[in-house]
T-cell receptor
Framework: DTGVSQDPRHKITKRGQNVTFRCDPI?????LYWYRQTLGQGPEFLTY????????KSRLLSDRFSAERPKGSFSTLEIQRTEQGDSAMYLC?????????????FGPGTRLTVL | AQKVTQAQTEISVVEKEDVTLDCVYE???????LFWYKQPPSGELVFLIR??????QNEISGRYSWNFQKSTSSFNFTITASQVVDSAVYFC????????????FGGGTRVLVKP
């Protein structure tokens, strides 16, 4: 296992379309986080899972956004009815339980462009 | 609420010069962690260092060193003898144990090392 992977790396879509991104965390990591990063800014927290349970969602995560982690392994982030303001880099990170080490390891990101 | 401020937006140095990046944070939690991440032009966030709130001992790791001072809520990071490969955006981040260890990032400091 070489690290966190994300698919696709780039996605161009038209406004109003739905898109889905996938994240595969490091295999022994039970925590999985989603962040969004716009140009020139630091990443912003969206949501996180511990195993299959979604424990927190940011106010940034409107009702057009949904995330799942059905078997506690990979996770998907879906954006419905995309808007131009959704254009950003979507980053996934994973970590061991908070009681142990909690540095988060990031994937390469999915860059979304909404036309 | 947690907040991280990186006042320097861009620093330009000549190779072999030292460069210090400033970070100031705000938190109400007594147990928290501070991080530095590097984001090279390829875009992937790379974990560099972590410090917990109970350990103010400053350390050196290779060409990296950090200065953690709770009294001033600062967590500064120094790259000694900079190299061209150090050119990247550097992010300071904070996580609170009470907040699920999600990361709050600063706005980042772009470091340009010229040969």
């Amino acid at each position: 296992d070489t690290g966190v992977s994300q698919d696709p790396r780039h996605k161009i879509t038209k406004r109003g379309q739905n898109v889905t991104f996938r994240c595969d965390p490091i295999s022994e990591h039970n925590r999985l986080y989603w962040y969004r990063q716009t140009l020139g800014q630091g990443p912003e927290f969206l949501t996180y899972f511990q195993n299959e349970a979604q424990l927190e969602k940011s106010r940034l995560l409107s009702d057009r956004f949904s995330a799942e982690r059905p078997k506690g392994s990979f996770s998907t982030l879906e954006i419905q009815r995309t808007e131009q303001g959704d254009s950003a880099m979507y980053l996934c990170a994973s970590s061991l339980p908070a009681s142990a080490h909690n540095e988060q390891f990031f994937g390469p990101g999915t860059r979304l462009t909404v036309l | 609420a947690q907040k991280v401020t990186q006042a320097q937006t861009e620093i330009s140095v000549v190779e072999k010069e030292d460069v210090t990046l400033d970070c100031v944070y705000e938190t109400r939690d007594t147990t928290y962690y501070l991080f530095w991440y590097k984001q090279p032009p390829s875009g992937e966030l790379v974990f560099l260092i972590r410090r917990n709130s109970f350990d103010e001992q400053n350390e050196i790791s290779g060409r990296y060193s950090w200065n953690f001072q709770k009294s001033t809520s600062s967590f500064n990071f120094t790259i000694t003898a900079s190299q061209v490969v150090d050119s990247a955006v550097y992010f300071c981040a904070l996580s609170e144990r009470a907040a699920g260890n999600k990361l709050t990032f600063g706005g980042g400091t772009r470091v340009l090392v010229k040969p």
